[in-house]
């Protein structure tokens, strides 16, 4: 799926409008959110000149005047539309993706004043209860999260935490930008830069797809275009973690000697404890899929005994061994949701003391978002962008090898000197 917003600035010229169209096929856009686009998009027509000649739904709010408009096209066959709302300033679309995920899609447009942009956000917080499906916002909010996201334009404290507060509550998480830090800039000087256009999304979006926000360069408006799709490069096989939940399983530490103390390898100390090593790797992740195994499953199927088990003892059928048995579930499932949750907070990296949140879906996504955002998706070399896997990690290769490289084909000598000197030594 490829989602692309965009704050056209007027949909007028021919040749814009042309250009519009090589980028969404270039990049196979399936959904796209225009803002501004400052002309009545009222038959298909009009919306196809844009799409071209692919199957398309389309949804349009006319301008006020000059000012304004919002337009949202997309592929039926990837978004099936179930319900809609709008006004001056949103559409929104209520359906699902590929007829299996449910979601909202909004594309925004906030005011540029800062008092109707807090009642906006206020108006927004309360589609939330008629629409509770996880979201995906996206548009033009005319508004930062912090003072980075703005260079040489004016600072608004009060308008950066309306903003914020409107993303928690709503529950959103705004995605990492790659390929470039702003999103705006003004035309003329090129002095004043912001971050207004993001992509704002629920949990479950990050939970079921592995999504990368990228900004476009900027073409033929002051605002770069923003496309949202799923990671699909193969970047190789994944480093080595050890898991602290491994060490709550009751016969690890057992496995853990014997794999030590059998493995028997010879040579200095460093070489011997490197092979150990090793082997220890390659028999803990045998052991993580035949003795700890898939903790989830084995948690649910936990829960769907404890579950039928309740059910006998309300209707008075529960004997002492049913009894006795249920005890022991009980304390098998809650051994399993503390390794679960064991496992996001380390992949998370965050305090558990300080944060003082045992919610695993909480962890599972910041996980995904730390992985997102220290992830290299692509790399500048000598000002030419690689994005392929194998390419990146080429040239992150051969940039470290020539640092540890020498230069020096033929290392200097001081034989020479040393022979003179102390020759010198002995005469005196």
Not at 96 to 110: G, H
Request: charged share 25%; hydrophobic share 40%; aromatic share 12%.
């Amino acid at each position: 799926m490829k989602l692309l917003s965009w704050n056209i600035r007027g949909l007028g010229k021919p040749e814009k409008k042309g250009r519009i169209k090589r980028l969404l096929k270039d990049k196979h856009v399936d959904i796209v959110f225009f803002q501004e686009t400052k002309q009545a998009v009222d038959s298909e027509n009009v919306a196809r000149k844009l799409w071209g000649c692919r199957n398309m739904d389309f949804m349009s709010v006319d301008p006020v005047g000059s000012a304004g408009g919002l337009l949202c096209i997309w592929d039926p066959s990837v978004f099936q539309l179930s319900g809609c709302c709008c006004n001056r300033r949103y559409i929104l679309l209520s359906g699902s993706l590929y007829n299996s995920f449910d979601c909202v899609l909004i594309n925004i447009y906030a005011p540029n004043n800062p008092s109707a942009r807090t009642s906006f956000w206020a108006g927004i917080v309360k589609l939330k209860d008629h629409f509770p499906a996880p979201w995906c916002m996206g548009g033009d909010f005319n508004e930062i999260r912090h003072i980075g996201e703005r260079i040489g334009c004016s600072r608004r404290d009060m308008g950066m935490k309306h903003f914020n507060e409107f993303i928690e509550k709503c529950e959103l998480h705004d995605l990492p930008l790659h390929g470039r830090k702003y999103t705006w800039c003004n035309a003329q000087e090129a002095e004043k830069w912001s971050r207004i256009d993001r992509v704002l999304l629920s949990p479950e979006w990050l939970i079921s797809f592995r999504l990368k926000l990228w900004g476009l360069p900027r073409l033929v408006s002051d605002h770069c275009p923003l496309l949202l799709m799923e990671d699909e490069r193969d970047w190789g096989p994944k480093p080595f973690k050890f898991l602290n939940a491994w060490t709550l399983h009751p016969s690890f530490s057992k496995f853990f000697v014997n794999i030590w103390s059998s493995t028997t390898v010879t040579g200095w100390a460093g070489f011997r404890i490197v092979q150990k090593l090793k082997q220890l790797k390659t028999e803990l992740k045998k052991w993580n899929v035949e003795v700890f195994g898939h903790v989830t499953s084995k948690l649910k199927a936990l829960e769907a005994e404890l579950h039928t088990l309740d059910i006998l003892a309300e209707d008075g059928l529960l004997d002492d061994s049913g009894r006795s048995r249920r005890r022991v579930v009980r304390g098998e499932m809650w051994h399993l949701l503390r390794m679960v949750e064991w496992i996001w907070h380390q992949k998370s990296r965050l305090n558990w003391t300080l944060n003082g949140d045992k919610n695993t879906r909480f962890f599972h996504v910041f996980a995904n978002t730390r992985h997102s955002r220290n992830m290299i998706s692509s790399i500048v070399v000598n000002d030419v962008s690689y994005e392929d896997p194998s390419r990146v990690q080429l040239e992150v290769y051969q940039h470290f090898k020539k640092l540890f490289a020498e230069d020096w084909v033929k290392r200097p000598s001081l034989t020479c000197f040393i022979f003179s000197l102390s020759k010198f030594i002995s005469q005196t």
